[in-house]
């Protein structure tokens, strides 16, 4: 069975910093494209950063570009999300998802890509 477990939410002041986890078990991590998302109160989910299993990683919002970064660990099956700089236009529920394996999965703003999610992390930012 394939668990998503995102952690490291929390409230956080403008202009501070917070590191989201997410840890994955039931899976080849590796062999998986893994992903973070978002999703703002009345607004539409939309895509952050994808680590590909072939050692890509691309971005889609300019938004967080310089602020946030994307890593992996594939020993350890997690996947980290370091926040800096943070916005109050930054709070969301934070997802993380899973596509594979392989070709099977992709990376994509959407996360039509993505076979597995987590239940999200909420990130507060106050001004």
């Known amino acids: 069975q394939v668990q998503v477990v995102e952690s490291g939410g929390g409230l956080v002041q403008a202009g501070g910093y917070l590191k989201l986890s997410c840890t994955i078990s039931?899976?080849?991590?590796?062999?998986?494209?893994v992903g973070w998302f978002r999703q703002a109160p009345g607004k539409e989910r939309e895509g952050l950063f994808c680590s590909a299993w072939s050692g890509a990683t691309a971005y889609y919002q300019n938004s967080v570009k310089g602020r946030f970064t994307i890593s992996r660990d594939n020993a350890k099956n997690t996947l980290y999300l370091d926040m800096n700089n943070l916005t109050p236009d930054d709070t969301a529920v934070y997802y993380c998802?899973?596509?594979?394996?392989?070709?099977?999965?992709?990376?994509?703003?959407?996360?039509?890509?993505?076979?597995?999610w987590g239940k999200g992390t909420l990130v507060t930012v106050s001004s």
């Open positions: 998802a899973a596509g594979g394996p392989r070709s099977a999965g992709f990376c994509s703003n959407s996360g039509s890509g993505m076979n597995y």
């Open positions: 039931g899976l080849a991590f590796d062999a998986y494209s």
